[in-house]
């Protein structure tokens, strides 16, 4: 009889989950991702990071603008981004989950993508709104392009 040493499962996942990078725009369907990721922490202890993406550009008018006008309204958006980030977790949900939250200033798809990269992630969760195809072919969707560029897993949470 063999020993249970010998023995082999490979039915046992035994490799660490890698990250979940969320993307959280503060809107309700957003809201809703962030609470499907956290859930499937809570039963798949990984990390979770959460990307919240300003969408500040520059116009003409900044380059003349004073420089430390500038970086005080960004460092204003960080702040207030990260107190809704705040708002959003509870502080004992927080101590246990590793949850990290990142704060951008660019295009949401491309930030959302760029963390997930970095962190090699094992799946992004987004919300969708749900817009209509003239909506999409005009603004285009995060969700859609977020989709067409990961290289892992993207669970999509659509509004009720």
């Known amino acids: 009889m063999a020993e249970h040493d010998e023995w082999k499962d490979d039915t046992?996942?035994?490799?660490?989950?890698?990250?979940?990078?969320?993307?959280?725009?503060?809107?309700?369907?957003?809201?809703l991702a962030l609470a499907w990721a956290l859930?499937?922490?809570?039963?798949?202890?990984?990390?979770?990071?959460?990307?919240?993406v300003v969408d500040r550009r520059l116009h003409r008018g900044d380059l003349a603008a004073d420089p430390t006008v500038l970086?005080?309204?960004?460092?204003?958006?960080?702040?207030?981004?990260?107190?809704?980030?705040?708002?959003?977790?509870?502080?004992?949900?927080?101590?246990?989950?590793?949850?990290?939250?990142?704060?951008s200033i660019g295009s949401a798809a491309d930030e959302i993508l760029s963390v997930a990269r970095d962190l090699n992630a094992g799946m992004i969760v987004v919300g969708s709104h749900g817009k209509g195809a003239v909506e999409r072919l005009l603004v285009g969707s995060t969700a859609e392009r977020v989709v067409r560029g990961s290289k892992c897993t993207v669970v999509v949470v659509r509004d009720r």
């Open 71 to 103: 970086r005080n309204e960004l460092a204003q958006i960080h702040a207030e981004a990260a107190a809704e980030l705040k708002r959003q977790v509870d502080d004992d949900l927080r101590k246990q989950l590793l949850l990290h939250e990142h704060i």
């Open 39 to 52: 859930e499937y922490a809570a039963r798949t202890p990984c990390e979770v990071h959460t990307v919240h």
């Open 12 to 31: 046992v996942r035994r490799d660490p989950v890698r990250p979940i990078v969320v993307g959280l725009d503060f809107s309700a369907v957003s809201r």
